[in-house]
């Protein structure tokens, strides 16, 4: 486990909630700042219900629609 304190691993990455109300873009560009590399989380697997959103009513994923055409991305790829 290389995490940082109070991150969760998880298949090999590292999650951390925040409990600060942002919208999605300020979400994002705070992950970039907090620490180089992050970014919203990604779901990998079709219907995967990641253990890091459990208890968290609310949470903002990183798949966007960059280009305003449906052609959504994650934002870590």
């Known amino acids: 486990n290389n995490c940082p304190q109070d991150w969760l691993p998880m298949n090999g990455l ?3 909630i925040f409990d600060e109300l942002k919208a999605w873009k ?5 992950c970039r700042k907090y620490k180089p590399g992050c970014h919203l989380a ?3 697997l ?3 219900s990641p253990e890091w959103a459990e208890g968290h009513s609310e949470v903002w994923l990183g ?3 960059k280009k ?3 052609s959504w991305e994650w934002t870590d790829r």
Do not use: H, P, T, V
């Not at 300020?26 to 705070?30: N, R, V």
């Open 68 to 70: 305003k055409d449906f």
């Open 46 to 48: 079709y219907g995967e």
């Open 63 to 65: 798949l966007w629609d």
């Open 14 to 16: 590292c999650y951390k």
């Open 26 to 30: 300020d979400a994002e560009m705070f």
């Open 42 to 44: 990604s779901i990998i």
